[in-house]
């Protein structure tokens, strides 16, 4: 074969760095927005936060924000002929509208001052065991114990394996930790240093008044029947206690009354917050999506350095330049995404309105398709938009992902989503008979009746998905 050269024309499609940009900040989440500003606030001095003068989130006065009549790819420029909405107001200035969300620095150092102030189980048992009458030898023992605990107040580790890591030296004996065991275990926390879980709530229940009813059949129950309990095997457990359903009813009881970790409220957990984008409430009669001025970067070019910019046209100020035209692009391409959002969101609200009437079992079946097809916007596009957004309803946040599903077909020839029918088994499960809970074929039976041709099996993984238990598990004395 000899080497030839070959022309050829083809088409390809090139991302310019705007669209780039623009695809990218899309599919950021609120906190991932900020993030992504404050590091461009620092890298490019031709940007700056303008004055945060926007109304609290929650204001009733609060001017709503509506879509803009555009049926543009959001990545695509939108044009800067913006009229009235729907409502009568005028549109958002994207350079000094909207505001960045207002400094939690007090709140988390008022959440971080508590959590400091807060002892962990450890300091808490420790401070209990110096106010405690031991001394000595006991108490460092103890001591140790309370060192060796996990996070729910458990000794993991065997007695024995603990004995043969102590050092020689310290001359601590199996029978010396078996007796700090015991010590530990009487500290003013019951439960507190158990090996197992039905040790933990036995010693929980030791520490009730010995009056109390069916306390003595809880611990056996505790000790060695907590599995057959666990499985509501009620009439295995009745013939080997002997016991009547008033009593086993009683000590069952007492023993889901009790903390399976006791350890845990000292866990030092971080709450997760979300910053909804859009607020969902009823405008005349009609709901409306508006955009959380809280969550929109307010954001504006430098003006000092622009000036400076436009008076000097050496090289020097090709860098300006450069930084000058990745500002605009930020800001127009901030003012694109929360337009598609809105968008969206408001598409989806449209859709939804049963929903937010009356809750879940008013949601109706939703694809991206049908958003995508109303919007003239791409499906990976409204993917994007969906995905880590939040909507702040009367009913609560959720993200915009929680507003799509499939949808199951119906006798009379419509769709019920699945949502709603999660909806309806937990209703069924909730005004069921505890003596006789319903199976999974009978609800398949009772959504039948109502038009609803649900398989048994779909309930059972619709049921899963609830973390309802499954019928024997839900019995009850």
Request: hydrophobic fraction near 35%; aromatic fraction near 4%.
């Amino acid at each position: 074969m000899k080497p030839t050269l070959q022309l050829r024309i083809s088409q390809h499609l090139t991302l310019t760095p705007q669209l780039q940009q623009a695809i990218r900040l899309l599919q950021l989440s609120t906190l991932d927005i900020h993030q992504e500003v404050a590091r461009m606030l620092d890298e490019n001095p031709m940007l700056e936060l303008a004055e945060e003068s926007a109304p609290t989130v929650y204001s009733t006065d609060a001017t709503p924000l509506t879509p803009q009549k555009s049926t543009e790819e959001p990545e695509q420029t939108h044009s800067d002929d913006r009229g009235a909405d729907d409502f009568g107001n005028e549109p958002a200035d994207w350079n000094t509208g909207g505001g960045m969300a207002r400094s939690t620095d007090d709140e988390d150092e008022i959440f971080q001052e508590q959590a400091a102030g807060k002892d962990s189980l450890r300091a808490h048992l420790h401070n209990q065991l110096t106010t405690s009458s031991l001394d000595g030898k006991d108490r460092k023992v103890v001591g140790l114990l309370i060192d060796a605990l996990d996070e729910n107040g458990y000794l993991a580790q065997n007695l024995e394996e603990l004995a043969e890591l102590l050092p020689a030296e310290l001359e601590i004996s199996l029978d010396d930790l078996e007796t700090a065991l015991v010590q530990l275990q009487h500290l003013d926390m019951p439960g507190i240093g158990a090996r197992s879980l039905g040790e933990c709530l036995s010693l929980q229940l030791k520490s009730l008044p010995e009056d109390t009813p069916q306390r003595d059949l809880a611990i056996r129950l505790a000790c060695d029947h907590l599995e057959t309990l666990g499985a509501h095997d009620f009439a295995r457990i009745k013939k080997l206690l002997r016991c009547s359903d008033d009593e086993l009813r009683t000590a069952q009881h007492l023993i889901t009354g009790l903390n399976p970790k006791p350890g845990a409220e000292f866990g030092q957990t971080v709450a997760d917050y979300v910053v909804p984008d859009v607020i969902v409430d009823k405008y005349r009669n009609k709901w409306r999506a508006r955009l959380n001025s809280e969550a929109m970067p307010k954001l504006r070019v430098n003006q000092i350095y622009a000036n400076i910019l436009q008076q000097r046209g050496d090289k020097n100020t090709s860098q300006l330049a450069t930084q000058l035209q990745e500002a605009k692009w930020l800001i127009k391409n901030l003012q694109q995404r929360f337009d598609t959002i809105l968008r969206v969101a408001q598409a989806i609200v449209d859709r939804q309105t049963n929903f937010l009437e009356h809750g879940e079992i008013g949601m109706r079946p939703l694809v991206l398709r049908e958003i995508a097809e109303e919007l003239d916007l791409h499906e990976s596009t409204i993917s994007r938009s969906t995905t880590q957004k939040f909507m702040l309803t009367p009913g609560g946040i959720y993200e915009f992902k929680h507003f799509f599903g499939s949808g199951l077909a119906m006798e009379s020839g419509g769709t019920c989503s699945s949502t709603a029918i999660r909806e309806l088994i937990k209703q069924l499960v909730g005004s069921e008979d505890q003596r006789k809970p319903l199976t999974d074929s009978r609800m398949s039976e009772i959504l039948a009746q109502q038009g609803i041709v649900v398989a048994r099996r779909t309930i059972a993984k619709y049921r899963d998905a609830l973390r309802i238990l499954p019928v024997n598990l839900r019995k009850s004395l």
